[in-house]
């Protein structure tokens, strides 16, 4: 006969070894895994946060271009002219913009009796595929507040998600995160920055209208950037209130600190002084500019990387 006693012994050691397996981790394991995964986390969470920082960055990067690329199909089917900016001096309707037809620019109303400038938004809506009401100007806010206009404007970094702002005297408000370049799109007027006040002074230089073909160094002129509606006011206009500006000047001129740390308390004359359009946080302390001819870039926000981006740089004299 064979003896079952090294069997019930080797069984019996299985078990004990099982129970030991079984028997989990202990406090000093568990504390030592702890430690780990809260290091692991500390050193990953700065690198996930610039990674979503620089995928935010990419995106506004890609809306810009599409507004850009709509800004040029608009000047392709209107004579070759993009949506115009601002308060221009002579009017608001079709007879004082030269353009009796209503072919150079976008406009809200019923006819051409009561034509009223439409804003960037309205005016780029049907190149970036939305319908829109422009019976009132009532019906083109509903509009342009919401749906693809709304969501191209808002920058994913923008923490507001675009704030309400004008681009057009009574053009129609929407949201936007972007500012525009109102020494390229605007119409000049007599109304100047003087350093301590608005005055009834001419400016140095002439608006191009938004007609293309005037546009000067289209790589260098940026159209539009990073911003929030001015401090003024809600324009999202930058205003050039001097000659041969470029991005630069607009970062050291604006009044601050604690607005802006690198800008002048006393600032020169002839400058926009008050108006801190630039958002340093948005993109940690670059910014995204998309210019004339289409490219757009991201840049430190420093005074020598502004000082190469063209506001109004050559402009004729008017």
């Known amino acids: 006969m064979f003896s079952t006693t090294p069997m019930i012994a080797t069984s019996r ?21 702890i430690v780990v995964i809260a290091l692991l986390i500390a050193i990953l969470l700065p690198a996930l946060g610039k990674a979503r920082s620089v995928a935010q960055s990419v995106k506004c990067q890609a809306q810009q271009r599409q507004i850009i690329q709509a800004m040029l199909v608009h000047a392709d089917e209107h004579n070759g002219y993009m949506p115009l900016s601002g308060e221009p001096a002579p009017g608001l309707d079709p007879v004082a913009l030269e353009d009796p037809r209503a072919e150079k620019y976008d406009y809200y109303g019923t006819s ?13 809506a049907p190149q970036l595929g939305q319908r829109i009401n422009t019976e009132s100007r009532a019906a083109l806010e509903a509009d342009i507040q919401t749906g693809t206009v709304r969501r191209l404007f808002a920058c994913p970094a923008d923490g507001d998600g ?11 408000d929407a949201y936007s995160s972007y500012a525009f370049n109102d020494a390229a799109l605007g ?5 100047g920055w003087d350093g301590s006040g608005l005055r009834s002074i001419p400016y140095p230089h002439r608006r191009l209208r938004a007609k293309v073909s005037q546009f000067v160094h289209p790589s260098q002129l940026f159209l539009l950037a990073d911003a929030a509606p001015r401090a003024d006011s809600n324009w999202l206009l ?12 607009i970062l050291v001129t604006t009044i601050g600190p604690p607005a802006n740390p ?21 993109h940690r302390g670059r910014i995204n500019v998309t210019f004339a001819d289409g490219h757009g870039e991201n840049v430190r926000i420093d005074e020598g990387s502004l000082a190469k981006i063209n506001m109004n740089k050559d402009f004729p004299a008017d």
């Open 112 to 124: 051409l009796a009561n034509y009223h400038l439409m804003s960037i938004q309205g005016a780029l």
């Open 187 to 191: 119409w000049a007027t007599s109304i």
């Open 238 to 249: 930058f205003c050039d209130g001097d000659a041969d500006l470029t991005l630069r000047d």
């Open 13 to 33: 050691i299985s078990g004990r070894r099982a129970l030991r397996t079984r028997r989990g981790f202990t406090l000093v394991e568990l504390l030592v895994a």
């Open 162 to 172: 675009g704030r309400i702002g004008a681009t057009v005297w009574d053009g129609g």
């Open 262 to 282: 690198r800008a002048s308390m006393t600032p020169p004359a002839g400058l926009c002084a008050t108006w801190d359009l630039i958002d340093a946080t948005r």
